[in-house]
């Protein structure tokens, strides 16, 4: 073990399983997600036709909200469930409701149907996410678990450039069903991998799933300065990011009248995510995790005040050249950050990583789908609310983790091992 756990380090060894293989297992199951999301979304016009509803029909985009809504819902259970029978059961349990419930969504004969399996296969999907970071918690520490969880987003973030093509050759082939089976598939080899996977939870950390202990264990994890701190933090960074998302083929679209070409702008920028995910793994490798997130930390508020400043005196519509890059550059450094938070978040409540990774999701996901709508519907023919939301949530941002920094590892000592233990 690293004599030094806050600088990083292993804290369980798991057995036959190197890291490097652990490490492409956990990207492979975050990549779940986006799989079951991405390769079907060239899909859109035939689903459209064989159902029958009309060209401009919203029905369809239902096939991806319903995932979320079971991904959401779904975070709350699996990290609660890992915490009390154990990693590999929980994390195998969603990949084989994630499989049963994509290949029943392929061959579902009406659009209820699809929208019910895909509900469940978002749900399935929650498995996955959570329980992975609880693994990652309960294998490494520190700055060894922000750089692993730097190259696990990296992959995140890449699937989402591939699925579509990989989708577009797959209907190529015929039926709109053998873009939805694609999930399932990659599912079921990531499952029958998951065997080799070694469980990390020793018997005497098991956790009753009461709900007096559980409420006891959430309590004293939210009353962790650093774990709450860098929630908050990677809810309000959420906020600025979701925008983006939310509204980015309007701005490039409507505002900039480049929607023909939205979708090559939107995959080069993951690219550069990724790019930038990386490059601060290496940078927290040298510097430390600490050190690393405020450098970025003060880049997002520099180029923010930037951004805000030339969009301002654009009338709310920079030159397009611009607004890419700027864009790019904020959203870029926001990912960067994403690993760093989350590893702090989980750090000091390793005795019970499963429920803190589902505290810490429902915080940052929750709360940051509830603040971003005041800056998407803001967004209508300028992109002045963006630049403002980021600033804003960014300066936040960076205060939660300022304070987070002051805790002191001692909110969680009053509870016994298997019912809240210390870490």
């Known amino acids: 073990m690293n004599p030094n756990p806050a600088r990083g380090g292993k804290r369980r060894p798991s057995g036959g399983q190197g890291r490097r293989e652990f490490l492409v297992l956990m990207a492979a199951a975050s990549a779940t997600v986006a799989i079951s999301i991405d390769a079907m979304l060239p899909a859109f016009g035939e689903v459209r036709e064989y159902f029958g509803l009309a060209p401009d029909s919203s029905s369809a985009a239902l096939i991806v909200t319903v995932v979320f809504a079971g991904l959401g819902i779904g975070q709350f259970a699996y990290g609660p469930l890992a915490d009390r029978f154990g990693r590999k059961p929980v994390f195998a349990g969603g990949l084989v409701l994630y499989v049963a419930a994509g290949f029943a969504t392929t061959f579902a004969p ?107 264990t959430v309590v004293a994890i939210v009353k962790t300065r650093r774990t709450l701190g860098s929630a908050i933090a990677l809810m309000l960074m959420s906020a600025a990011f979701l925008p983006y998302l939310g509204s980015s083929e309007r701005m490039y679209g409507e505002i900039y009248g480049r929607a023909d070409t939205f979708f090559l702008w939107f995959a080069s920028s993951a690219i550069v995510m990724a790019g930038f995910t990386i490059a601060s793994a290496r940078l927290v490798k040298r510097f430390g995790t600490r050190r690393t997130a405020t450098w970025v930390f003060a880049a997002v508020i520099t180029v923010s005040v930037v951004d805000l400043a030339v969009t301002v005196a654009a009338d709310g519509v920079p030159a397009f050249a611009f607004f890419v890059i700027a864009t790019t550059l904020l959203i870029s450094l926001e990912t960067a950050l994403t690993p760093m938070l989350t590893a702090t978040a989980l750090d000091e409540v390793g005795y019970a990583a499963g429920t803190a990774a589902s505290v810490i999701g ?62």
Do not use: C, N
């Open 110 to 216: 009406s659009l209820e149907l699809v929208l019910i399996g895909r509900f469940l296969w978002g749900l399935g999907a929650a498995g996955p996410r959570i329980v992975s970071q609880a693994l990652l918690r309960d294998r490494f520490r520190g700055d060894m678990l922000a750089r692993a969880m730097a190259i696990i987003l990296t992959v995140f973030l890449i699937v989402p450039t591939l699925a579509p093509i990989i989708g577009t050759a797959v209907l190529s082939l015929g039926s709109w069903r053998y873009t939805f089976a694609v999930g399932p598939v990659f599912g079921l080899l990531v499952l029958l991998w998951s065997a080799r996977l070694e469980e990390t939870l020793a018997p005497e950390d098991h956790r009753p799933i009461d709900l007096p202990s559980l409420g006891r």
């Open 362 to 423: 429902v915080i940052s996901l929750l709360g940051g789908a509830m603040l971003s709508p005041f800056v998407d519907t803001a967004i209508k023919t300028t992109v002045t609310p963006f630049a403002v939301g980021f600033l804003v949530f960014g300066v936040g941002a960076a205060l939660a983790t300022a304070w987070a920094a002051g805790g002191r590892p001692t909110a969680v000592r009053g509870l016994s091992r298997a019912g809240g233990g210390s870490p």
